[in-house]
C-alpha cells in the first residue's frame, strides 16, 4: 500500500519495530514534560524562568535538609524549617513556600544570635530582606508576588550579587599572615580533616596557595557571564572537599546558589534529565508522594526527626559519626546527580555557547539595604564590632587590639572599642554549666565582650580568670565589676567574639 510516495512497512519489521520504538520514547518525552508543567509551569508566563525558580528553590531545600541533619538540634527550629524545606520539594514552583522555608531560616538565625555559623548569617539576612520585600510586593501587586517566573526576575539577581560578595569577603579574610604562615594555616587544618589526608610539609603552601585561588577565583568567574561556567567547574570539587572535610552543610546550602547563574533553558532542560536518570520505582514514588503532599510532608519530617534524635543518638560513641557522614553521603550525592545531569547538558551552557546575561542589577530600595547590612556584617572585625560569623571562616583572622594581621585592610580601620578591653582567659570555675559552656567554645583566650558573654549568664558562679595576665577572682560573676558588667542590646545580639589560642594553630 503506498500513501504519499511512502510503502507501509510490513507488520513486525524493523521499520515498525523502529516506530514503536520511537512512539514509545515520545511517549516517554511527553510524559516528563508534563512533570516540567506540573512541577514549574501552573501559571501563565515565561516557562524557562519559572522552571529556574523551581530549580533553585528545590535546591535551597534539599541544602537546608543536609543543614538540619548536620546542626545542633533545636526541635521548636529544625522541625518547622524540615517541614518547610519538604513542601517545598513537593511544589518548588510555589513563592509561598520558599518564602516561609526562608522565614524558617531567619528565626533560626535569630534564636542562634548572636552566634549563628557563616551560612546562616547568609539566609537570616537574605532571607530577611526578600521576606519583607515579597510580603510588600504582595500587598501592591498580589500577581507577580504570586507568579514564580517574575518573581525570579526580581530575586536572583538580589541572590547572585549576595553570594558574591560573601565569596570576596571570605577571601578578602584569608589575606593576612596567619593564613599564610605554613605552620597554623587553616587552610592545611582544613584539608587533613578529610579522613586519612596528611599533607606533606613540601606541598603546605601549595594547599595555602590552592585554597586562596579558589576562593578568589570563584566571586571572580562569577562576575561575568562568560566566565560563569568554569565557576562551576571550579566549585564542583571544591565544595566536594569541604564536604568531606566536614563542611556539608554549608557546600549543601551553597550549591544551590549556582543555579542562579545558569541560563533558565538549562534549568528548564535539566528537570527533564533528572527525572529521566531516575529509576522508574523512584519516578513512582515522586509522583506517588506529590499527589499527597500533606501526608508526605508528615511521614518525611517525623522519620528526620526519629532518624537524627532517636536513631542516631541510640549508636552512642558512633552517634557523631553517623549524623556527619550521613550529611556528607546526601550532599556527595546531591551535588553528584546535579554534575552528572549539567554534563548532559554541557552543550548548552559550558563555553563558548551562546547564553542570555544573568543580571546583577539591583533596584529595590528594601533588597538594597539587605546588601548594605550584609556588608555591614563582614566589616565587623575590621571595624572592631564582632570577630565571629562575619564570613571570616577558617582564615586564621585576628582583628583584636595588639594581635591585628590583616595584610589588605590597615590598623586604622578598626574605629569601634568593643574588641576593647584586654584578654581574658578562664582559669577555672564552680559552675559545672559554665565550664562545659567554656569548653564547648574553647575559650582559650577570647577578649572581654565575649568573657562577659559566657559569665553574665551564669550571675551566681564563681569564677577565677586573668585579665591581660593579671590573675582575678569574680565572686560571684555578679558583682564583679570588669566580667559582671552586663551587655548592652548591641552588644549582646551582634556582638559575638570568637575565642582563640595562644599558639601557632587555625583560628577559626
Known sequence: MKVAGLVAPKT????????TVVSRERAAVS?????????????????????????????????????????????RVAVPATAAALAVMLRPASPVRLVVLLAAMVVEYV?????????????????????????????RRPDVARDPAQLYDRIAPFLRVAFILMWFVAALAKFNTGFLDTASSCAVWIVESIPVVQVPQV?????????????????????????????????????ALSALAGHSWFSGLAWAFYALFLPPVVMARGIIVARRLLPPWLRRGVDGARQRPWLTI????????????????????????????????????????????????????????????????????VLVLGLVVLLFNAAGP?????????????????????????????????????????????????DPALAARIEEKEAEHIVLV????????????????????????????????VLGRPLSFAEDWYGAARPYTAGGTCQH
Not at 451 to 477: F, I, S
Open 450 to 481: 565575649g568573657a562577659r558573654r559566657l559569665a553574665t549568664a551564669h550571675p551566681d558562679a564563681t569564677v577565677t580568670y586573668t585579665l591581660d595576665g593579671v590573675p582575678r577572682t569574680a565572686a560571684p560573676v555578679a558583682s564583679d565589676p
Open 111 to 139: 534564636r542562634q544570635l548572636p552566634d549563628p555559623v557563616n551560612h546562616q548569617v547568609l539566609l537570616g539576612v537574605l532571607g530577611t530582606a526578600l521576606a519583607v520585600w515579597w510580603l510588600g510586593l504582595l500587598v
Open 12 to 19: 513486525g519489521g524493523p521499520a515498525n519495530l523502529l516506530a
Open 203 to 239: 606541598l603546605v603552601p601549595v594547599v595555602i596557595a590552592g585554597t586562596l585561588a579558589a576562593e578568589l577565583a570563584l566571586p571572580l568567574l562569577l562576575l561575568f557571564h562568560r566566565t560563569r561556567p568554569l565557576a562551576l567547574a571550579v566549585a564542583l570539587p571544591f565544595h
Open 298 to 365: 508528615g511521614v518525611g519530617t517525623a522519620a528526620f526527626i526519629v532518624g537524627h534524635d532517636v536513631l542516631v543518638p541510640a549508636l552512642g560513641p558512633f552517634a557523631g559519626g553517623a549524623r556527619h557522614w550521613g550529611a556528607v553521603v546526601v550532599c556527595l550525592a546531591w551535588m553528584a546527580f546535579t554534575a552528572v545531569v549539567l554534563w548532559r547538558l554541557r552543550r548548552s551552557w559550558f563555553p563558548g555557547v551562546p547564553r542570555p546575561r544573568a543580571r546583577l542589577g539591583v533596584h529595590s530600595p
Open 31 to 75: 510524559q516528563d514534560v508534563q512533570l516540567v508543567h506540573m512541577t514549574a509551569f501552573e501559571r501563565p508566563g515565561p516557562p524557562h524562568r519559572r522552571s529556574a525558580f523551581a530549580v533553585f528553590a528545590f535546591a535551597l531545600a534539599v541544602g537546608v535538609v543536609i543543614h538540619e541533619w548536620n546542626s545542633t538540634w533545636d526541635p
Open 382 to 430: 575590621y571595624v572592631g564590632l564582632k570577630t565571629d560569623a562575619a564570613f571570616t571562616m577558617f582564615s586564621n583572622l585576628r582583628t583584636e587590639p595588639g594581635h591585628w594581621n590583616p595584610l589588605l585592610v590597615p590598623e586604622s580601620a578598626r574605629v569601634f572599642g568593643w574588641l576593647d578591653g584586654g584578654d581574658v582567659r578562664f582559669v577555672d570555675t564552680d
